[in-house]
């Protein structure tokens, strides 16, 4: 369902109307409310998406059930392993075969949706996040509409104990109204206009310096105010529904260097990289080139995980490069500066 639609318009309008009418129903209604805008095209793509995505759900579901009562590490890997597979054929067998076999649909969310179900499956099996939801919260987890298709990525312990709580206040949905108001507006008013300029310029057989500079800034603005647009809605949609998320998005392009850049955009993707690949990897604690390494390696897969694209791959090793050459930088008191990344990585994009 695309979120600039009449149709979500009047789907969201039912949907809040529907929770206020029904609040000790809230999780079915919610429940309900996400396969509604899964499956909102009808296409057998998305029939099957959904199908293997509730699969993949209920695997995670009672390998935690599992994890809580023995913590073997077997299990978490194997399912952590199944799931990353899974990811793998429907997203990257194309990329990986050079377009010889491809897969004949990719459920919408599958990469967001894996990061959350490992996230879930490591927290459980840590021990830091010890509540036990029914089938239900968890297939609303797994599904919420707000975030099920560019995020942010949840952390079960921000959403299972408020999907518990009473119908949100008043003044949360005012709130939320407004954050989705301002990430329409982003999408509409500045992404949308300033991408069709982007693809006017890209379109060009053999554009002059000056035009290729202002495709690119382009570009650079569309990406943002695209994604950052559609955080804030996802947010406050979440909120208008009773749910308070972190901001994914703090002002990237304030940063002062590559590194900075990196803490402030995608917050979620980003914090999840580095709890579970950058510290499980040694993160800075075995030297100097190792600590280069692993940066390396995190910002290879951040790219593969944005696109099945060689594209992607240069964008995320450059990315790599950079941030480490800001840290040997900032070393000596000195910064990379933000103007030689930023607009190189999405030029690369």
């Not at 318009?9 to 805008?37: D, G, N, Q, Y």
């Not at 791959?313 to 000195?334: D, P, T």
């Amino acid at each position: 369902m695309n979120v600039q639609s009449l149709a979500f318009l009047a789907f969201l309008t039912v949907t809040v109307f529907v929770c206020r009418l029904l609040p000790k129903e809230r999780i079915w209604v919610l429940l309900a409310a996400s396969l509604v805008f899964y499956l909102w095209d009808g296409a057998p793509a998305a029939l099957w998406g959904c199908g293997l995505l509730a699969v993949s759900s209920f695997v995670s579901y009672l390998a935690a059930n599992t994890l809580r009562k023995h913590r073997r590490k077997s299990v978490l890997l194997a399912v952590v392993c199944y799931h990353i597979a899974v990811l793998g054929i429907f997203k990257y067998t194309g990329f990986f075969t050079g377009g010889a076999v491809r897969m004949p649909f990719v459920p919408l969310g599958i990469s967001f949706f894996t990061f959350q179900q490992i996230w879930y499956l490591r927290e459980v099996y840590a021990g830091t996040f010890s509540q036990a939801p029914t089938p239900a919260e968890y297939l609303t987890y797994s599904f919420f509409f707000p975030t099920v298709s560019s995020g942010p990525i949840l952390k079960p312990e921000n959403f299972f104990p408020q999907l518990r709580e009473a119908s949100p206040l008043p003044q949360d949905t005012a709130a939320g109204l407004y954050a989705v108001g301002l990430g329409l507006a982003k999408k509409v008013l500045i992404a949308n206009q300033v991408g069709a300029l982007w693809e006017q310029i890209s379109a060009m057989s053999a554009p002059t310096a000056v035009t290729a500079w202002l495709g690119a800034i382009a570009f650079t603005f569309q990406i943002y105010f695209d994604f950052s647009g559609y955080s804030d809605m996802a947010i406050g949609l979440g909120q208008v529904f009773g749910f308070h998320f972190r901001e994914n998005f703090d002002h990237p392009y304030d940063a002062t260097c590559i590194r900075d850049f990196w803490r402030k955009w995608h917050i979620s993707l980003s914090s999840w990289f580095k709890d579970y690949v950058y510290i499980p990897l040694g993160g800075n604690r075995k030297g100097k080139v190792r600590t280069a390494i692993n940066k390396l390696i995190v910002f290879f897969l951040t790219g593969l995980w944005h696109g099945a694209n060689w594209t992607f791959v240069v964008w995320g090793i450059v990315n790599g490069i950079l941030v480490c050459i800001g840290s040997y930088r900032n070393k000596y008191k000195k910064k990379t500066p933000l103007w030689l990344g930023v607009p190189l990585t999405f030029i690369l994009a």
